[in-house]
């Protein structure tokens, strides 16, 4: 996965106000594919890392879903990522900093946006 990649994938709450476009659009035109789970969150954190203000973009969006099942971004004091649904059976886990939370959020959003198999 390239930077670019990396960039459309973190940037997508930006890119899904400004562009006319499905969230599933965009995360196709950005070329994801989660074949190493653990090389797409490094990515995804150093790019998190050199652009701060998207962690609080993506906590809006957990916020902001409207769905049924789905997983979830809580940060205030907690930096926690969970699932809610009977499909996946995932209980909430904690993580040291807010840009590990995020990370792992980001990755299991955009690979359930896209109907993709999750790779532990």
Known sequence: M?????KKICELP???KKENKSAFQLLK???FTNDSKSDAISKIKEYLQAHISLIDLWEIWSQDKRTTEGFYLILENKNVVGYFGTTYKRKEVAYKT???ACSEFIFLEISQILNLRIID
Not at 2 to 6: E, G, R
């Open 98 to 100: 807010a840009i590990d």
């Open 14 to 16: 930006v890119d899904f």
């Open 29 to 31: 035109e950005s070329g």
């Open 2 to 6: 390239n930077i670019d990649s990396i």
